[in-house]
């Protein structure tokens, strides 16, 4: 999706879950967890509310636009198993999303902003697409600036994300390798696929 410059509190609010990660809007969410507006607990969520509902999770989180969801969402018809499960497997290997999972940021939208800057190159190349989907053996490096590695060398000292099965990073050398492709076990977003699934199929 295009950059989201609104307040992204609300968006956690109305969702009812962290999808955006800055400090900010944690505060403002662990002050304020329920949805915005006027008496919002005495209303009723239809079927179709609660579908859109994971749906732009989905979107917001993995910073998606609704073209982009959709060719997931076909790439993921095509593919053996759960149609749900392999659509967030697909999001999940996105190149934006494993560098945040790997602790070179904070946030996926940092991770976004660092791709596009050129921070990062793929098996030695520069990558600018976020979206680029990594596979078994790639290998992320930081670009070889000492202002641009010592920035990140401070990020990852600063934080201390969950590791990963499927990706190792090595902290002091500033890269990290893919090991394999995640199972659904490793999908970091919790919400339902398969409603989202059918939302989409209709």
């Not at 410059?5 to 002050?31: C, D, H, P, W």
């Not at 998606?64 to 018809?77: N, V």
Request: some cysteine; overall charge positive; aromatic content about 8%.
């Amino acid at each position: 999706m295009a950059r989201y410059t609104a307040a992204k509190a609300r968006v956690n609010r109305r969702l009812g879950a962290m999808i955006y990660e800055n400090a900010g809007v944690q505060r403002a969410f662990s002050r304020r967890e329920q949805p915005p507006g006027m008496h919002p607990r005495s209303r009723r969520t239809s079927n179709y509310g609660i579908a859109l509902s994971e749906k732009q999770k989905i979107k917001h989180y993995y910073g998606l636009g609704e073209r982009q969801l959709r060719r997931y969402f076909d790439k993921a018809g095509r593919m053996k198993g759960n149609t749900g499960e392999q659509l967030l497997i697909l999001c999940e290997r996105r190149l934006d999303n494993v560098i945040r999972r790997a602790g070179f940021t904070v946030t996926r939208p940092q991770a976004r902003q660092g791709i596009v800057h050129g921070h990062f190159r793929v098996n030695g190349v520069k990558v600018s697409s976020p979206s680029y989907l990594l596979r078994p053996g790639d290998v992320i490096t930081v670009k070889s600036s000492e202002k641009v590695r010592n920035y990140y060398s401070s990020v990852i000292a600063s934080h201390s994300p969950e590791p990963l099965d499927w990706v190792t990073m090595d902290n002091e050398g500033l890269h990290a390798t893919v090991q394999g492709v995640p199972g659904a076990s490793d999908i970091s977003l919790p919400v339902s696929a398969n409603i989202v699934v059918e939302f989409m199929s209709r």
